[in-house]
Structure formats: structure tokens, C-alpha cells
């Protein structure tokens, strides 16, 4: 399963909102999952289940979607959240991740 | 608390060999299936392999299919990932992570991750 993530960057003023997509090539139903990755560390779990957060997970993130067309939205930036994103199905094997979108300061 | 500390990562000449581990610590390890993830420098994530709680089912990305071989020793909470003919296109950070549940095809813990580098 082929995972896209759109747009490849996506350039956002902090306390503005941050709309980040993820599309699959065949239905995953709601298996997918979105990861945060800050700069020369590991990712960190954000949602799971396309709108399930994670344990400790601040509420400005929520995740929707159901079959290929997935939303991770962040509400009100804060500076920390000016990283990477990256979408994983967990559907099937082999399990694959989308090629990520950078948030930047606009 | 849950952590996943890897070692073992390097600097290897192409068709060469190299085994990185990950050590386990803050939860059972014996009933979480653990996968290996790796990022090129600069690039995303590809999932690689994931080893089931007995150690003895693992499935592999074709990719890696017939050169890494993990293993795990759940009396010592570890887990290894052997590596052989590396090739340049394998050059990346290596992560452990464990699997939120059984069955849940995704991590809520990782590890720092362990470089290798395949280099001349």
C-alpha cells in the first residue's frame, strides 16, 4: 500500500492552523497512524486509529478520515510543533509510512 | 519507564556485515512484538522487519528479504538485527520500536536509533 503525504511542505504562521493530508492507494479503513518527528530524534506516536491521540497528546491535534483520504489538523501552532509529520497505515504488510510534510515558519 | 536503547551501528565497506541491538527495559518485553525501522539521512521512514513475541515468526520488507535476520532473547530483553551484504542504499538510522499492542501495527515507543553507515 502506497501512502502520499500532501503537500511535501506546507508553510504556516504560528498560532494559525496546520492541515496536513495523507492519502492511501486502497483502503485502510481507519488503520493509520501519524507520527511527529523533531529534528535528530526518533518519532513520537501522535494518533493511531486515524483519530485516536495518543497518551499525553495535546488536544490541538486531531486526526480524521476513513478509507485513503486521512487529515492530521493542528489547531492553533505552538513553535514546537514546526517539524515533521508522517503517516503510517497499519493495515497490512508491509507495513509503510508516507514521505512526510515539513510544517515551517511562514 | 519504557525505554529502547540501541547499539552496535557503524561504519562497514559495502558487501560487509553488522549487527545492531536494542535492549529493553520498562515493560514486559515478552508479550510485545518488536519491529526495526530505518531512516536514510535526510530521507523518511521504511518499516523493515518486525519479530513476534515468541521470536520465532518474523516478517521482513522485500528489501531487506534474505540478508537481515533479527532475533530476540526475551530472558534478557534484547533483540538484535543482523545485517548482511550491506549495500550504500542501507545506509541509515536503525530503530527499534515497540508495538502499542499485538496486533496494533503501530509504535508507541522507540528507540534513539543506531547509525550505519555503508561506506569504501
Known amino acids: 500500500i502506497v501512502m502520499t503525504q500532501s503537500p511535501a511542505t506546507l508553510s504556516v504562521s504560528p498560532g494559525e492552523s496546520a492541515t496536513l493530508s495523507c492519502r492511501a492507494s486502497q483502503s485502510i479503513r481507519n488503520n493509520l497512524a501519524w507520527y511527529q518527528q523533531k529534528r535528530g530524534q526518533a518519532p513520537s506516536l501522535l494518533i493511531y486509529g486515524a483519530s485516536t491521540r495518543a497518551t499525553g497528546i495535546p488536544a490541538r491535534f486531531s486526526g480524521s478520515g476513513s478509507g485513503t483520504e486521512f487529515t492530521l489538523t493542528i489547531s492553533s501552532l505552538q513553535p514546537e510543533d514546526f517539524v515533521v509529520y508522517y503517516c503510517q497505515q497499519h493495515y497490512n504488510w508491509p507495513l509503510t509510512f508516507g514521505g512526510g510534510t515539513k510544517v515551517e515558519i511562514k | 519507564q519504557v525505554q529502547l536503547v540501541e547499539s552496535g551501528g557503524g561504519v562497514v565497506q559495502p558487501g560487509g556485515s553488522l549487527r545492531v541491538s536494542c535492549a529493553a527495559s520498562g515493560f514486559t518485553f515478552s508479550r510485545y512484538s518488536i519491529h526495526w525501522v530505518r531512516q536514510a539521512p535526510g530521507k523518511g521512514l521504511e518499516w523493515v522487519v518486525v519479530i513476534e513475541t515468541n521470536g520465532a515468526t518474523s516478517f521482513y520488507a522485500d528489501s531487506v528479504k534474505g540478508r537481515f535476520t533479527t532475533s530476540r532473547d526475551n530472558s534478557k530483553n534484547t533483540l538484535s538485527l543482523q545485517i548482511n551484504s550491506l549495500t550504500p542504499d542501507d545506509t541509515a538510522v536503525y530503530y527499534c520500536?515497540?508495538?502499542?499492542?499485538?496486533?496494533?501495527?503501530?509504535?508507541?515507543?522507540w528507540g534513539q536509533g543506531a547509525l550505519v553507515t555503508v561506506s569504501p
Open positions: 520500536a515497540k508495538e502499542f499492542e499485538n496486533g496494533k501495527w503501530f509504535f508507541d515507543y
